[in-house]
């Protein structure tokens, strides 16, 4: 398990999973980002410094076709794949009756269409290796709802059903795939909701164990589900969410 790509490894959650990846001995790192060539180029030299090769692949999700071409890419550029991480996300939240063309198809493209071809793409590979790790980055979103996020649970609900599916379909190859489904974790797509909640009063106080979510909470568990001690593991979806989910 040497060899792994991951979306949206700029910032957030996904750049510290790379980096819970290198320090468990991952030495092949291609690093995707959209937007932010800057901050994945700090990623990327973090990385470096702790060991890793590590590339970065400019991608956008929202066109599918190029991106699995460039995932095609890189898998050839590493000699293969061990790893596939489906992190990068995002919301673009309106109320249902606001909620136009745009909105629903950008978020399930990203969140949901792009997470299944590509790891489409990578399963070629895989297979023939038998043996593989897909981890999808879902939410709590997907089985709890609140107001203006019906393309975003959407989007996460398929991620979910779609990780399930997919585990069956591959298990005997020894490849599994699983999903991580966060709470409430500290990063730029939360800060204005965070922002929101502070004002209504403190968002810790709804969380069970009493505070918002790290980066590395997720990422933890990201390298668990990647390394070779989790192969009885698969099709399942895991909440780090402090409890949340759970709560009465
Ligand atoms: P974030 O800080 O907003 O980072 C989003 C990442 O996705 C960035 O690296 C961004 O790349 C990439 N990205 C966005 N649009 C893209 C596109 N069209 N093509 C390729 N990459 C794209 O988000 P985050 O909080 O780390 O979220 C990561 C994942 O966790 C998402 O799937 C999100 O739904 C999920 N999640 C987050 C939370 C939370 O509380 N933060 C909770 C539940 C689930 P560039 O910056 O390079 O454009």
């Known amino acids: 398990m040497d060899k792994a790509f991951i979306t949206g490894g700029s910032r957030g959650i996904g750049s510290e999973i790379a980096k819970q990846l290198v320090y468990k001995g991952i030495k092949n790192l291609i690093l995707g980002y959209n937007n932010s060539y800057t901050e994945a180029k700090k990623v ?3 990385c470096m410094e702790h060991g890793a090769t590590v590339n970065l692949c400019q991608i ?14 890189a898998i050839t550029q590493m000699g293969g794949i061990d790893i596939l991480v489906n992190n990068a996300g995002i919301t673009q939240d309106s109320l249902a009756l606001r909620m136009n ?28 290796q038998r043996n593989g790790r897909i981890i999808n980055i879902s939410s709590i979103i997907a089985q709890k709802s609140r107001g203006g996020q019906v393309n975003y649970a959407a989007s996460k609900g398929g991620l979910e059903a779609m990780t399930r599916a997919l585990a069956v379909e591959v298990a005997s190859r020894g490849i599994t795939v699983n999903a991580i489904a966060p709470g409430w974790i500290d ?39 990647s390394s070779a001690e989790a192969s009885y593991i698969t099709g399942q979806i895991i909440a780090v969410d402090g409890g949340l989910s759970v709560r009465i």
């Open 101 to 128: 063309h745009d909105r629903w198809d950008s978020v399930l493209d990203i969140n949901l269409k792009a997470a299944f071809f590509l790891s489409k793409t990578a399963l070629k590979p895989m297979i023939k």
């Open 187 to 225: 990063t730029e797509m939360t800060q204005d909701q965070d922002n929101q909640k502070q004002g209504q009063g403190g968002l810790e106080s709804t969380i069970p164990v009493g505070r918002i979510g790290q980066v590395s909470d997720v990422a933890h568990l990201a390298a668990f589900l």
């Open 44 to 46: 990327a030299d973090y």
């Open 60 to 73: 956008n999700l929202a066109n599918i076709e190029d991106a699995q071409l460039k995932l095609k890419e």
